[in-house]
């Protein structure tokens, strides 16, 4: 493939639609006799419903229905599990029974004409308990700690205890991360719709082909029975992976109204309604040589989940190659709550592991008295050492290379407490960022109009990064015409498929799938000319024509060319249509296949008050071949204030006497705004990875958020000479 969109810093195709407000998310769809509903959660911890009184509810005015487990139908709940679905246990099976599993979870939903109705009936619903005691602290939890599954057990190489006992120096602590919630701008909603058996749902969704065939096994139907439409997404960061309950919800109460019903979660329900980043209790014991060389590493891991699924999280992954070292061993462990389900969020497992693998290698960087950049490049692998497969590319030493210098790292003086900027403590530090190439079966359809014009189609989703627009990029140069004659679509679970928008696959994947389908359709379109008697191109040998700007020409003469459109026109102005698909291949066994990066952070911390502030903080990163540098570089920037808010500001607070979250709102859960984060820059290391994909691309979505915790972490312990090992980092962590 070449042309001129792909590598071009191109705006948002839809981003004029995004500030016009022309682009519809799922609340904002309008189907006839629209009806709303709201939630009515619990408020224990967990225990037994005794009784609930919704006569008040249902006698005020405009108010249609109250459905509670006293009268919701008994759905079948057939199992459905998908790739990103916990490996065990039962999803919530949500107005089914009489158990309060969580603080927060739904009891009852009111159906109204409106939804200041339906808010107010909510309110008048009065639901009795029998309440138990729930257990919800992490740390004081005395259950049986449950053993992760497939790829997440526990790994070993070597004989890291024994390695450790004999050792010049260990470094040997604990870490700890705290509960994080998604907060994305656009709050979860879902608008459901019967027609006889068949349900569309408009949704707030990063898996629309997903969450149609779980809603499906929820009600007992053919997958091809529900339709999913979502073709904007404002931000989600895992939290749609999955269809949560209010989905259900939404539909049960669409179909017992007889009409269409919306529900849109409060920004408080979103805290108990979708999942999110847990807490993990970390520990590291890293031993080295006095040269530097890692001989060592113990890491073990243990983090919450809810009683009636396992989720799991990736977070042993980087501890068994991430660094060269002959003797590992992680252990991982659940431990089983009184709180609802977990799930993905932005660089999940890896950005927990790196906090605690990064944090320990600074440590052990200050005690050998080595530049903590030299102490990484010495122990650089030469290939993955967890699967002795080589990496497909690996340009770590590069992004540190080209990081330090654009960073200024070589004036770094690495005593601690050793700069100031009048009451400011100024300190730098450093950390490894690295997430997985993930790549998936994907398909898509491509169709060329009579007027030149292209339609692109896959059921794939666009939560912010610019699917839209780095898919036309892809398109544009496969066929030989300007961005502007591309339409792509998404977000409708009837398109071909694709798979999850998470886990930075969607460039890879569908992007791979979108390039076959548009290379065969040129292919189509040329095919048709050579052949066409009336064509300047006919007899020509199809390897050696061309397409670019809309024109099919011969290369070495430009006499010899048409358009796309003249050649349709004298076809009758047919349509060309084409299918293209992605299928990862034996690439995924033969290489070992990751983005990296080399995050540098800043920090100025006030030696009176503790106030921690991120003055700079720099990315460099390999993520193959760049798409869109623009939208390349807006993600970077995502990802980072992500991590400045993982590393000072992020923290669910659980009331551990009854299992409430405290601060569930945005005025008191803190997330960065921009006097947060004053100069954050990214860089991207050129090169494809044509190991990985046929783009070459690698994602860039998850790494850019794995390694700036640590970086800032160590930046304080530089600036201040104290050691921060449970995030976030607060005023109370360094008075």
């Known amino acids: 493939m070449s042309g001129t969109s792909v590598g071009a810093s191109l705006s948002r195709v839809d981003g004029r639609a995004k500030v016009t407000g022309a682009a519809t998310y799922a609340a904002e769809f309008a189907p006839p006799q629209l009806a709303h509903a709201v939630i009515v959660t619990s408020t224990v911890g967990l225990g037994t419903i005794t009784g609930i009184d919704d006569r008040a509810a249902r006698a005020h005015r405009g108010v249609i229905d109250v459905v509670s487990h006293l009268n919701a139908p008994r759905l079948p709940y057939r199992d459905f599990r998908t790739s990103i679905d916990p490996p065990v246990g039962e999803r919530l099976h949500v107005l089914q029974d009489d158990r309060v599993r969580f603080f927060g979870q739904p009891v009852a939903v009111v159906v109204a004409e409106t939804l200041e109705a339906a808010q107010h009936a909510a309110d008048l619903v009065t639901v009795s308990y029998d309440a138990g005691t729930p257990s919800t602290d992490l740390e004081t939890s005395t259950a049986t700690p449950l053993v992760p599954s497939g790829t997440q057990g526990d790994y070993a190489r070597g004989d890291a205890d024994a390695a450790l006992e004999t050792a010049h120096t260990v470094i040997d602590e604990r870490y700890r991360v705290a509960r994080e919630n998604h907060n994305p701008m656009e709050l979860h909603a879902t608008i459901a719709q019967w027609e006889g058996e068949k349900l569309t749902l408009w949704d707030k969704a990063q898996w629309v082909q997903s969450t149609a065939s779980q809603i499906a096994s929820v009600f007992g139907l053919t997958p091809d029975a529900v339709r999913v439409i979502s073709p904007f997404v404002g931000g989600a960061f895992g939290s749609a992976l999955r269809a949560w309950p209010h989905v259900t919800l939404a539909a049960l109460a669409a179909r017992r109204a007889g009409r269409p019903v919306k529900l849109v979660l409060t920004r408080k329900q979103m805290y108990s309604g979708t999942g999110y980043r847990a807490a993990v209790d970390q520990r590291v014991a890293l031993a080295g040589d006095r040269t530097g060389r890692i001989t060592a590493l113990i890491h073990e891991a243990r983090a919450e989940t809810s009683r009636y699924e396992q989720h799991e999280d990736a977070v042993l992954e980087l501890s068994r190659f991430l660094y060269s070292m002959p003797n590992v061993r992680a252990r991982y462990r659940l431990t089983p709550l009184d709180v609802h389900t977990p799930t993905f969020s932005r660089g999940p497992g890896r950005a927990t592991a790196a906090f605690a693998i990064e944090s320990a290698l600074d440590e052990l960087a200050y005690e050998l008295g080595i530049d903590p950049i030299e102490l990484r490049m010495r ?5 993955d050492e967890s699967t002795g497969r080589p990496f497909s590319t690996r340009r770590l030493r590069e992004c540190y290379r080209v990081g330090a210098e654009r960073f200024g790292w070589e004036r770094r003086d690495p005593r601690v407490r050793s700069l100031r900027d009048g009451h400011w403590l100024l300190g730098t530090g450093v950390a490894t960022a690295c997430y997985h190439t993930l790549r998936s079966r994907a398909e898509t359809t491509a169709r060329m109009d009579a007027d030149g014009s292209v339609i692109v189609s896959s059921a794939t989703s666009d939560m912010g990064p610019g699917t839209y627009t780095a898919m036309s990029q892809v398109a544009s140069d496969a066929l030989g015409v300007t961005i502007g004659q591309i339409q792509f679509r998404l977000g409708d679970s009837t398109l071909p498929l694709s798979p999850s928008h998470g886990g930075s696959q969607t460039m890879a994947s569908v992007g791979s799938a979108v390039q076959d389908a548009c ?37 070495g003469r430009p006499d010899r060319s ?26 995924v066994s033969r290489y ?49 204030v992500g991590g400045v808010g993982m590393a000072l500001l992020e923290h669910t607070v659980t009331d551990h006497r009854d299992g409430r979250l405290v601060n569930a709102n945005m005025a008191d859960y803190l997330v960065p705004v921009n006097a947060d984060v004053p100069d954050v820059d990214a860089v991207y290391i050129d090169g494809s990875d044509d190991e990985a994909d046929p783009l070459g691309a690698k994602g860039l979505g998850e790494v850019t958020i794995v390694g700036v915790a640590p970086a800032i972490a160590n930046a304080v312990h530089h600036a201040t000479g104290r050691r921060v090992r449970d995030l976030p980092i607060t005023v109370e962590s360094l008075l």
């Open 562 to 587: 048409e358009t796309y459109r003249e050649l349709l026109h004298r076809h009758g102005g047919n349509k060309l249509t084409a299918t293209g698909s992605y299928t990862p291949g034996d690439e």
């Open 592 to 640: 070992s296949t990751y983005a990296y990066g080399a995050v540098f952070a800043e920090v100025a911390v006030d030696a009176s008050l503790g106030l921690v502030r991120v003055r700079r903080l720099l990315g460099c990163f390999d993520a193959g071949r760049i798409i869109s540098p623009k939208l390349a570089h807006s993600q970077a920037i995502g990802g980072m």
């Open 519 to 555: 290379n065969t359709l040129r292919q189509s379109a040329i095919a048709l000319a050579v052949g066409d008697p009336g064509s300047p191109l006919h007899g020509a040998d199809p390897a050696k024509i061309r397409a670019h700007n809309g024109r099919l020409f011969l290369g």
């Open 379 to 383: 122990n650089e692998p030469a290939h």
